[in-house]
């Protein structure tokens, strides 16, 4: 499970627009409650001998509960710092009127405390409250009218993000994890940062107005673009559609590539990193992964044996045959480490790389030291070797099904999902037709996206950049990939489709398949 989204928990606008009558400001308007956030600037609807041209600005504040990041941290539902990045994803709002085009948005963090408040008015701003231009709750004003936020420059170092919008309806995706990272630094820490959420709003360029403004919160136009940005509107938390509620979308490489199905002897043949084979030792306790006792998140050492005469059992010595990656030597132990709680890996290639000389069948005893003195589980793996193509390049054609899928899931649980894969043109013997288990071919890269069934919505799209988020794991019994069922709407069906990279044609290639699953409350 590589992906978990955590949803707006406060957002609002804050605006110093004209009220209908073109008169009053609507500074001390409040639309906490409504279902959407607007950014705009609106230059010259009305004007004076005094103020000249009337600038007109609205700004959105959004908050989201880091307090929940931080426990999925602490409970190991998300990796540590470093290895995980968050993305802010706030959707477009279509609406009738004027929309923006060429236009940047910043985001920077909110550096006040402020209330969302309860208005729902976005258009005579009747509803007052807090947060508005004016104040950040009932009992603060802003230092700064229109908000304050962290810069480039502030003492904190916290970034301000910018986003173009060329066309103008995109919705805004940024990536925010080193304002999310210092949010969750320990309270007084030097890169702590208060968790007061987030502002959008125009560049000062495009707003164009003065920093100190004028008595009773007006801020005027002093000369800068006479151009209007008028009006960009995204969904908020309140919004009935799910699936376009902001939310920060935590990503991270989760894959397991367990190559105890897939351990291959090296070849002069094939490049270094295909040579190397990874194993994984899983330690289950009362059906829970737990660390070992006596290793914890420290080493954990591996020895590779020959099998005796059937191949039932290693033998009593370990052949000089491993390639030990950590020491880069050849070794009779392999050094491994921990990878997550209660499981732990190890790599190593194979330096035989005839299949005439090297053993079809090997046996890897799992210890808590180089000499062996206490050994945890001995496993088995049935090497193979590369193949080699001299007809011509590879036609992949592959048919795949869920072996374990159910027609429905509760929206609280978190399920795993296992493929079978096998070659369209696979003619099984009697004896694989007459075997429980046949063997499934494992694909090295491959990745999921969710689709709403009723309207084809894509809710979670395939990961196939550099964060692996949403690749599938393998192991002995082929591939999987874990799904956090949160981040879907009950009462609906979805459906699972894959795709499989083809590296002879350089591309990834969607499988005709789609599995479907409802999710009920």
Same mark, same amino acid.
């Given at each position: 499970?590589?992906?978990? =989204? ?12 004209? @009220? ?22 609106? #230059? ?22 880091? %307090? ?114 210092? +949010? ?11 968790? #007061?959420?987030?502002?959008?709003? $125009? ?48 990503? +991270? ?78 070794? %009779? ?27 079809? @069948? $090997? ?7 180089? %000499? ?23 036609? *992949? ?5 869920? @072996? ?7 929206? @609280? ?10 070659? =369209? ?46 690749? $599938? ?9 874990? $799904?956090?069922? =949160? ?20 591309? +990834? ?7 479907? *699953?409802?999710?009920?409350?």
């Amino acid at each position: 499970m590589g992906l978990k =989204r955590y949803t707006a928990s406060a957002d609002t606008t804050i605006t110093n627009a004209f @009220k209908d009558n073109l008169v009053q400001r609507g500074t001390g308007s409040n639309m906490g409650y409504s279902d959407a956030v607007e950014v705009f600037s609106l #230059y010259g609807q009305t004007s004076s001998s005094a103020e000249g041209q009337s600038q007109e600005l609205s700004r959105a504040l959004i908050k989201f509960p880091i %307090t929940s990041i931080s426990a999925d941290r602490t409970a190991g539902n998300i990796p540590v710092s470093g290895s995980v990045k968050f993305y802010l994803k706030i959707f477009n709002a279509r609406h009738p009127w004027t929309l923006p085009q060429d236009f940047t948005l910043v985001v920077a963090a909110v550096s006040s405390s402020w209330n969302e408040g309860t208005g729902l008015d976005m258009d005579n701003y009747s509803d007052p409250g807090n947060a508005n231009w004016m104040s950040a709750s009932t009992t603060t004003a802003w230092s700064n009218l229109g908000g304050d936020y962290r810069d480039d420059n502030d003492a904190s170092g916290a970034p301000v993000y910018r986003q173009t919008f060329p066309l103008g309806y995109e919705d805004l995706s940024i990536e925010i994890t080193p304002t999310v990272e210092r +949010w969750m630094q320990t309270s007084g820490t030097a890169l702590h940062i208060d968790n #007061y959420g987030l502002g959008l709003f $125009l560049t000062s360029s495009q707003e164009a107005y003065a920093a100190a403004g004028t008595a009773g919160g007006v801020l005027e136009n002093t000369g800068g673009a006479d151009v209007s940005y008028y009006t960009k509107t995204f969904f908020a938390r309140s919004t009935e559609f799910f699936f376009r509620r902001p939310h920060i979308e935590a990503r +991270w490489d989760s894959r397991i590539q367990d190559d105890r199905g897939y351990f291959y002897y090296s070849s002069s043949m094939a490049p270094a990193t295909d040579n190397l084979n990874t194993l994984y030792l899983y330690n289950y306790v009362r059906g829970r992964l737990t660390n070992i006792p006596a290793i914890g998140t420290g080493f954990v050492y591996v020895s590779l044996f020959s099998g005796n005469n059937a191949n039932t059992m290693p033998t009593t010595n370990s052949a000089q045959i491993l390639y030990d990656v950590p020491t880069l030597s050849t070794n %009779t132990v392999v050094t491994g480490g921990w990878v997550s709680t209660g499981i732990y890996s190890a790599s190593m290639c194979m330096t035989s790389s005839s299949a005439t000389a090297a053993p079809t @069948k $090997l046996f890897d005893v799992w210890s808590s030291s180089p %000499t062996g003195s206490v050994q945890y589980k001995t496993g088995s793996v049935v090497p193979t070797t590369f193949d080699s193509w001299a007809g011509g390049a590879p036609t *992949f054609d592959r048919v795949t099904t869920i @072996k374990n899928l159910r027609r429905s899931y509760g929206r @609280k649980q978190t399920a795993r999902f296992r493929t079978f894969v096998r070659d =369209r043109n696979w003619s099984p013997t009697i004896y694989t037709v007459a075997t429980r288990n046949n063997p499934t071919e494992i694909i090295d890269s491959a990745s999921y996206k969710i689709i709403r069934m009723v309207d084809d919505l894509e809710v979670i799209p395939y990961g196939t950049g550099s964060e692996f988020s949403t690749y $599938l794991s393998f192991d002995v019994t082929g591939n999987y990939f874990d $799904l956090d069922l =949160r981040a879907l709407e009950a009462g609906y069906m979805y459906g699972i489709k894959l795709t499989y990279y083809n590296a002879s044609i350089a591309s +990834w290639i969607e499988q005709p398949e789609t599995f479907k *699953f409802r999710v009920e409350e």
